[in-house]
């Protein structure tokens, strides 16, 4: 017997696909990003991810394909995710606070040409914003991933992916869809 909640949980999920693949300029979106990221690799570059709870989850998860490996063997490519020393996040969290995690360890470890891909489904983080207006400062370009409305991101961002969507788990869905896009267009660029 086929459960309707089941059932209408993977519609919704179709549904927000669906309206990514309906849309091109989406899809331009999705390969300036990735030319954004070649372009910075190319030239010595970092990627870094940054995202909290379900996002951070995402931000590991697209530093991991990048700096291991997607569809192929190749050489690693420079990609971390900002949170993932947690003596340095425990740390700076409770000498600093908790909204000055990433723009910290931005400001040591990024250069400019780098690229930070920001992921909240609201767009609304503060410490996803103030690594932002760091990277602003510094000359990092900034790739938001988003949901619906962009939040206060979008004002930031050299590039909005903002997913048509409010339901979060629907737009951590798209996020990872999304991301995973990118890493093979990346992937294909740098090695062929």
Same mark, same amino acid.
């Given at each position: 017997m086929m459960s309707p909640r089941i059932s209408q949980s993977? +519609? *919704?999920?179709i @549904?927000?696909?669906q309206a990514i693949l309906n849309n091109p300029d989406f899809q331009n979106r999705i390969r300036q990003a990735a030319d954004m990221m070649v372009e910075s690799l190319r030239?010595?570059?970092? $990627?870094?991810?940054?995202?909290? &709870? &379900?996002?951070a989850a995402d931000a590991q998860h697209l530093a991991a394909e990048l700096s291991g490996r997607f569809y192929f063997d190749r050489p690693p490519l420079n990609a971390e995710a900002l949170h993932c020393n947690t003596s340095y996040l425990t740390a700076v969290g409770n000498d600093y606070g908790y909204d000055l995690i990433f723009s910290r360890?931005?400001?040591?470890? @990024?250069? #400019?040409g780098d690229v930070i891909v920001g992921i909240s489904t609201s767009g609304n983080s503060?410490? $996803?914003?103030? @690594?932002? =207006?760091?990277?602003?400062e510094m000359g990092v370009k900034i790739i938001a991933m988003t949901g619906e409305t962009g939040g206060a991101m979008k004002e930031f961002a050299d590039i909005l992916l903002n997913v048509a969507s +409010? *339901?979060? #788990?629907r737009i951590q869905e798209s996020h990872i869809m999304i991301g995973h896009i990118i890493c =093979?267009?990346?992937e294909t660029e740098m090695f062929g």
């Open positions: 993977i +519609q *919704d999920s @549904a927000v696909k030239h010595g570059g970092k $990627i870094h991810f940054c995202g909290n &709870g &379900g996002s360890l931005l400001r040591g470890t @990024a250069k #400019p503060k410490n $996803i914003l103030n @690594a932002f =207006e760091t990277a602003k +409010q *339901d979060t #788990p =093979e267009l990346v």
